[in-house]
């Protein structure tokens, strides 16, 4: 058998399967959320199809090549985000106030994902590798400031980009892999204090109006306060009564066999048109499918992540270790954000489902991540392999001569 049909054997197939089912669910409640609706949109579960396609061609590529690589490739990587952020302020486009997107001729995408995924692996570079390359990082203090560094730029960035969401994702990310970074519980205990100094002050001097509203309508809407339903409110509190009211079985994704007076509310366009099938696909997909069915894609979901952190337990090594738990805590940030904000407990701030969302590149990128996960599990006996290989190549040594005694007999 060659090598490249070894590791294509040693895919680890019950990360596999889920992740190829979950992606076949949505392309289905993309097309349950924009089928019915006018050109624009009703085909964008078709072009997921190819989104997807393309992905799974680089999940099967990242997937063959030694993550290794990183040792080389991630301070360039990390450039090119930082670079495609640098264009996005002076040159991206602005959505819902918020610079997200450039456009390099027919291709429209987000530096943000690109700066996010990049920064992970920079990050799990300087905290496993970083000693050895640079003796100074031996010192925990030392290489906790390079760390800070590196998440700080790409956050820096994405904070002056007005995109909240992906600035929220990478506190988890960050957290997460100082956790499993052999960093020592005093600095990290210190950092969370100093965060929640500093949050109140961010709430008041560092947020804009309409970003302390969304907060806000947020907290009065669990507090059982009333809100404006016509204003601030209007999102909101449609996405938690399509939520609310879809009952077990929900409404499925026929518009003309919705229950006479349970009307779905993403037939009537209360659900936001031109986002149902990317920021707020939880809330279709509750509707449609019902408690049922968007349970049973959280239960997925755990698997996934249950799965993902078994490949971090297997990696033979720390580099391993931290990638994997990086993309963990980025996919779970997102997963976690999504569903927050579709049943209102979280504030609304745009955020993706990772392998359901229409998207380009964050299918991308998601695809890339996964494919990063499965080269740790494929190449976690790497070393082992080495040192059997070492072993039988070598020659055996020769017996040594029988001692004989300097007495005569």
Known sequence: MTPLLRKFFGINWLFFAP???MMAFGVLSIHAAVHFRGPELSDKWNDQIHWMLYGLGIFL???????KWVKWGALPMYLLGLGLMTYLLFKGEEVFGQKIAVKLGPITFQPSQVAISSSVLMMALVLAEGQNIIPIL???FLRLLAACVVFAVPFLFILKAKDIGSALVMLPIFGA??????????YLITMVLLGAIAAPLVYFFGLKDYQQERIDVT????????VDEKGDG??????????ATAGWDGKGTDPDAVPTGNKSLTHLNLVPTKTSHNDFIFAVIAEAFGFAGSALMMVGFLFIFVMALTIAFFACDSLGRLIVTGIVALLFAHTFEHIGMNIGLLPITGIPLPLVSYGGTFVLIVMF????????????????????????GSPRPSPRPAATSSYAT
């Open 19 to 21: 992740m190829i089912a």
């Open 177 to 186: 892999m100082l956790l499993t970074g052999n960093i020592p519980y005093r």
């Open 369 to 392: 991540l996964f494919g990063m996960m499965q080269s740790v599990w494929i190449h976690r006996n790497r070393v082992l392999e080495a040192a059997e290989g070492a072993r039988s």
């Open 219 to 226: 907290y009065k809407l669990l507090a059982g306060q009333k």
């Open 138 to 140: 031996r010192h925990h």
């Open 234 to 243: 209007w999102a909101l509190s449609h996405i938690i009564t399509a939520v």
């Open 61 to 67: 590529i990242t997937s063959m090549i030694d993550y």
